[in-house]
């Protein structure tokens, strides 16, 4: 596929391959992108901006909800995309573009919610004579990297509130996942976006990332990824507005009290969908004494159910992860984990990028694999004996974004709401669950600011003030 410089689409001589991870084979080819090829695409925005800032908002919304359509007309396409550039099965993928759907389709009815307040001047003595009001305007310029896992919907989520908000974009999507994000700038130029408002660049964050971070006419910089490539830009940018989404180690907490059944599934699937490769999967399980064993054994059957193998096939629950190198790390964390005293229940082995679903337990605090965040198919399990101890725990991270808790106890579900460090509290239910709607980020190293459309929106726009002197 071509990159996407102000309305046109570019091609170069120097591409980079996009490969199905599973097998290693290529699957398309994108263009290499340069500093001027970004430079390009933020003189390009700044056309893109002035037209979207003057463009009615009834004809954003038109133009959001044409997009939804053609995303949701295209569905398979999308799907069949998204699986095989990533890691994701089939039916993982058609669950993230029906999502997708649902984030254009937001962005278009928030657009319409983008609403100011008058202001009571004459409250001030000596203002008797004023009246006004502030509305908000568009920040500008939007610069917005996106990570490979969810390769459609994380990318829809800036690129929705963006357009909703008056903006230009330059998108930069992951580099081992360029292609869902290219057929989202298809949808939205079919749907009618002028051109210049969406830019797409394709290459390597390490080559072009400074070039677009760093340029002044970027008012915001809006990163998806990793903790260390978001320190690495927080670094750069200046005075920019930033959203940062980063990575986690997403505890879950089972209480004695709860439904063991579905606490044991909804985990299962929390900890393995997308291969674990998600910001909100589960990774570490404290699992109250009594119950423990119970857990532990049904957990295991479980996770021995689930089929591994290539994505597109309709029977597969796990695919492979993104990279060979990555399911080497992992299986690298894991030896170092057991060589400290681990124990692994089920898993553990690898072939190639596929990683087979792992249960550990008995592992020792502070090895790599309890602290940081795994972004694979594996899962710890821990048991406590005090709600005390199980939250001490689960927030004794540097991450937060979200928890799962099960219990059927009231008092015991607002002591954790609480307690727990993180920026959701998913009750009853697996860490991973979300809605595109909704404020979603983290707290300490997982990130600063908020998306879900309405959020974003409040990050992607300004108040304007306005004040009559009569
Ligand atoms: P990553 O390696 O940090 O890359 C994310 C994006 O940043 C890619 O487009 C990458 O480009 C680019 N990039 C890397 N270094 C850069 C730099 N110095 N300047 C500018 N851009 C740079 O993350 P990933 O492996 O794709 O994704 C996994 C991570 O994302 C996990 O930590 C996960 O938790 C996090 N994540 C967070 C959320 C959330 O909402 N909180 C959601 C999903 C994922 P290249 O691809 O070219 O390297």
Redesign the pocket.
């Known amino acids: 596929m071509k990159m996407l410089i102000g309305g046109e689409w570019i091609d170069k001589k120097d591409t980079i391959e996009v490969k199905n991870p599973y097998d290693g084979s290529v699957v398309d080819t994108v263009p290499s992108g340069k500093a001027e090829d970004v430079a390009a695409a933020i003189e390009a925005a700044e056309k893109g901006y002035r037209i979207n800032r003057d463009l009615p908002v009834n004809q954003r919304i038109r133009i959001l909800s044409r997009a939804a359509g053609i995303i949701e007309k295209n569905a398979e396409e999308f799907a069949r995309t998204i699986a095989t550039e990533g890691s994701k099965t089939i039916r993982e993928a058609r669950k993230e573009v029906a999502r997708a759907v649902q984030t254009m389709l937001i962005s278009a009815e928030e657009a319409r919610r983008i609403v100011g307040e008058t202001i009571p001047f004459d409250s001030m003595p000596g203002s008797e004579n004023r009246v006004g009001y502030y509305f908000r305007f568009p920040i500008g310029i939007i610069a917005a990297?996106?990570?490979?896992?969810?390769p459609l919907n994380?990318v829809a989520h800036k690129v929705g509130p963006a357009i909703a908000g008056g903006n230009a974009v330059v998108v930069?999507?992951?580099?081992?996942t360029p292609l869902s994000a290219l057929k989202l700038g298809e949808a939205l130029m079919e749907a009618g976006l002028p051109p210049y408002v969406l830019n797409i660049v394709t290459g390597?964050?390490?080559k072009i990332?400074?070039a677009?971070?760093t340029d002044p006419r970027i008012r915001m910089v809006s990163f998806?990824?990793?903790?260390e490539?978001g320190k690495?830009?927080m670094k750069k940018i200046g005075l920019k507005k930033v959203g940062m989404?980063?990575?986690?180690n997403t505890p879950v907490i089972v209480c004695a009290d709860c439904d063991l059944e579905k606490a044991v599934e909804n985990s299962v699937s929390g900890a393995f969908w997308a291969a674990g490769q998600n910001?909100i999967g589960v990774q570490r399980i404290y699992i109250e004494r009594s119950i423990y064993a119970e857990f532990e054994k049904r957990f295991v059957a479980r996770t021995r159910k689930i089929k591994v193998g290539p994505q597109l096939e309709e029977d597969t629950d796990m695919g492979p992860m993104i990279t060979e190198g990555e399911a080497k790390r992992i299986e690298k964390w894991v030896a170092d984990a057991v060589k400290k005293g681990a124990r692994i229940l089920t898993g553990g082995t690898r072939t190639g990028s596929v990683y087979d679903p792992t249960v550990l337990t008995d592992v020792p605090p502070g090895c790599t694999i309890d602290v940081e965040?795994v972004?694979a198919p594996t899962v710890n399990l821990y048991p406590f004996e005090t709600l005390d101890e199980a939250i001490a725990k689960a927030n004794a991270v540097n991450y937060g974004?979200h928890a799962g808790i099960f219990t059927q106890d009231i008092g015991k579900a607002f002591k954790m709401i609480k307690e727990l460090d993180v920026g959701g509290v998913i009750v009853n239910d697996s860490s991973d669950y979300r809605i595109d709607m909704m404020p979603?980020g983290?707290v300490k190293q997982?990130?600063l600011g908020r998306e879900g459309i309405k959020f974003a929106l409040q990050e992607m726009t300004e108040p304007r003030v306005v004040c009559f002197n009569l």
């Open positions: 990297i996106t990570p490979f896992n969810d994380l930069k999507p992951a580099t081992v390597h964050g390490s990332g400074d677009l971070v998806t990824g990793g903790v490539a690495e830009i989404e980063l990575g986690s910001c965040e972004f974004l979603f983290g997982s990130g």
